[in-house]
């Protein structure tokens, strides 16, 4: 259904465009105006983007056509190698994709990855309260809401608040002991 790979040069234009749709970044970042970066901007962070750094940007791709398309985008920031914590972000940045799956699908791969390949033992994310469809799809990946700040968030409607949730190595495997190519 999705594949993920390391942002690169081709997809500046594209995650640009998304950067600019006003919903999007509501959605993804309570509309910040330093959501909003410029082409160069990007073009600089995806240069700069080492394998080896405290954290990545994937983009989400779908065929559409017999073609590679980018949806969206998915991340992870302060990656501790000591005791393995991460935290993640994401967002669909086509809307013909949102409610269908598509971002869940990633999200599943994405902590795959995590928990596999760079070893993760936590894995933490946060949104507004506000974003019931992002809190369902995390709620479906096995995320559980640790708590609730109040009025924390900034969003172009005011303040908000935030949603914390996390999801723990051991609590994914547990979901991954019904799938076909179980990970211990």
């Given at each position: 259904?999705?594949?993920?790979?390391?942002?690169?040069?081709?997809?500046?234009d594209?995650?640009?465009?998304?950067?600019m749709?006003?919903?999007v970044?509501?959605?993804?970042?309570g509309?910040?105006?330093?959501?909003?970066?410029?082409?160069?901007?990007?073009?600089?962070?995806?240069?700069s983007q080492?394998?080896?750094?405290s954290g990545?940007v994937?983009v989400?791709?779908?065929e559409k056509?017999?073609?590679q398309?980018?949806?969206?985008q998915?991340s992870f920031r302060?990656?501790q190698?000591?005791?393995?914590?991460?935290?993640?972000?994401?967002?669909?940045?086509?809307?013909d994709?949102?409610?269908?799956?598509?971002?869940t699908?990633?999200?599943?791969?994405?902590?795959?990855?995590l928990f596999?390949?760079?070893?993760a033992?936590?894995?933490?994310?946060?949104t507004?309260a506000?974003?019931?469809?992002a809190?369902?799809?995390?709620?479906?990946c096995?995320?559980?809401?640790e708590g609730?700040?109040?009025?924390?968030?900034?969003?172009?409607?005011?303040?908000?608040?935030?949603?914390?949730?996390?999801?723990l190595?051991?609590?994914?495997?547990?979901r991954?002991k019904?799938?076909p190519?179980?990970?211990e």
């Amino acid at each position: 259904m999705v594949t993920l790979r390391p942002i690169e040069m081709r997809d500046v234009d594209t995650l640009y465009r998304f950067r600019m749709d006003e919903e999007v970044m509501f959605w993804s970042a309570g509309g910040f105006a330093e959501a909003m970066l410029s082409q160069a901007q990007i073009e600089e962070f995806v240069k700069s983007q080492k394998a080896s750094d405290s954290g990545r940007v994937f983009v989400i791709e779908v065929e559409k056509d017999g073609a590679q398309v980018v949806i969206g985008q998915i991340s992870f920031r302060d990656y501790q190698r000591i005791n393995r914590n991460v935290t993640i972000g994401m967002f669909i940045g086509e809307r013909d994709y949102w409610g269908k799956g598509y971002g869940t699908a990633a999200l599943e791969l994405f902590l795959r990855m995590l928990f596999t390949r760079y070893g993760a033992h936590r894995i933490s994310l946060d949104t507004f309260a506000d974003n019931k469809r992002a809190i369902r799809s995390y709620e479906k990946c096995g995320f559980q809401i640790e708590g609730v700040r109040r009025e924390a968030m900034w969003t172009m409607n005011g303040h908000r608040d935030q949603v914390m949730m996390g999801l723990l190595r051991e609590d994914w495997l547990k979901r991954q002991k019904d799938m076909p190519y179980y990970l211990e």
